[in-house]
């Protein structure tokens, strides 16, 4: 396979700290975003610890059990956030979301906890192919509220589980065949907060290159408010 990557994270307009973590392996077709919780600086803990026990975790791939590999992987990440904050009195609730993408061969593999965003675009459409675990969007999915009430709702922020602060989790798996010539996109809600769907869709279409796409939807998300940290990665399928 042969890709093109590019990756940009951004501390944006209000917060002090950025609390985002990536991780990019273009050789081994690994992607990773975080996107920590938890005052004095925790955050930045929870996600940079669950980055690196994930990236560890997979060194080595089994190429015949690749999701159950992912999942253990951040099941192994909610354990050392959890016995990390258990350690430390300061770091105590932090947690963090967590979106894994494993390109492989002719195939992707996607994991994820949390609200950090998984994007593929391929010839037409963009798509979001994970599902945000939060109040918000569970409202949405009962039709308890509408997407006008979730934009105005205060409520946006609230995770139904994250890595490091939730016993159990339900992991998000999904397998991707991969097509080339289309774009996956991972994003803190930094990113898809601040901008609509057909708005991410217009830059990753439009962009000259990866670099500029990566720089445009930052600035855009800026212009938009920049209201918390914006991490994104943009991959491209060369050619599978
Ligand atoms: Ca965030």
Redesign the pocket.
């Known amino acids: 396979m042969k890709l093109q990557v590019c990756a940009k994270t951004d501390i944006g307009l209000t917060r002090k700290n950025n ?2 973590s990536l991780y990019v392996d273009k050789e081994q077709g690994l992607f990773i975003i975080a ?1 920590g919780m938890g005052g004095h600086a925790a955050g930045e803990i929870a996600s940079r610890i669950a980055v690196d026990t994930v990236r560890q975790a997979l060194q080595t791939i089994d190429r015949a059990n690749i999701l159950e590999q992912l999942k253990h992987a951040i099941e192994k990440a909610n354990r050392d956030v959890v016995k990390a904050a258990n350690n430390n009195n300061s770091w105590k609730g932090m947690g963090t979301t967590l979106t894994v993408l494993l390109l492989d061969q002719q195939h992707g593999f996607l994991a994820h906890v949390g609200d950090s965003r998984a994007y593929c675009l391929d010839d037409d459409q963009l798509r979001q192919l994970s599902d945000d675990h939060s109040l918000v969007a569970e409202q949405l999915r009962r039709e308890l509220i509408s997407i006008e009430d979730a934009k105005n709702s205060g409520i946006g922020g609230i995770l139904l589980q994250a890595v490091g602060v939730s016993s159990t989790l339900d992991i998000c798996l999904k397998h991707i065949p991969l097509v080339a010539g289309e774009y996956f996109l991972l994003c ?3 990113l898809s907060n601040m901008l609509t769907d057909a708005e991410i869709e217009h830059i990753l279409k439009e962009a000259e290159n990866l670099n500029s796409c990566c720089d445009q939807l930052i600035d855009a998300a800026i212009v938009a408010g920049g209201k ?2 914006i991490t994104v990665i943009v991959v491209k399928i060369d050619k599978i």
């Open positions: 609390e985002d996107d803190s809600d930094g918390d940290n």
